[in-house]
């Protein structure tokens, strides 16, 4: 199974803009769809944006189209979130989570938290106003 590690939170004035990485280990990285969830207290995991095994595929959630980049690097073993315009609604506990892509497909890059079968430990985020 693979091992995720993520990095590059902190805390950031509104507007400004941070980068999340996230490290894989243990298994071949490129075999793995990836994806960014986030998730505050007393609330469910919510979809930021996913990624699909070459990283030419993929989608956003609406509340972070245009401000939000994903991106990997299969030679690295990395995926990578740059966050721009920075909201004080953007503050929440950041997770990777990867998905073996399997029989998924060439686009394969899911949106919902229950199809992913491993987590990093998080990275918290916080956008002051």
């Known amino acids: 199974q693979v091992v995720l590690v993520e990095s590059g939170g902190g805390l950031v004035q509104a507007g400004g803009s941070l980068r999340l990485s996230c490290a894989a280990s243990g298994r071949t990285f490129s075999n793995y769809a990836m994806g960014w969830f986030r998730q505050t207290p007393g609330k469910d995991r919510e979809f930021v944006a996913s990624i699909n095994w070459s990283g030419d595929s993929t989608y956003y959630a609406d509340s972070v189209k245009g401000r939000f980049t994903i991106s990997r690097d299969n030679a690295k073993n990395s995926m990578f979130l740059q966050m721009s315009s920075l909201k004080p609604e953007d503050t929440a506990v950041y997770y990777c989570?990867?998905?073996?892509?399997?029989?998924?497909?060439?686009?394969?890059?899911?949106?919902?938290?229950?199809?992913?079968?491993?987590w990093g430990q998080g990275t918290q985020v916080t956008v002051s106003s």
């Open positions: 989570a990867a998905r073996l892509v399997g029989s998924g497909g060439y686009y394969y890059s899911p949106r919902r938290p229950h199809e992913y079968d491993t």
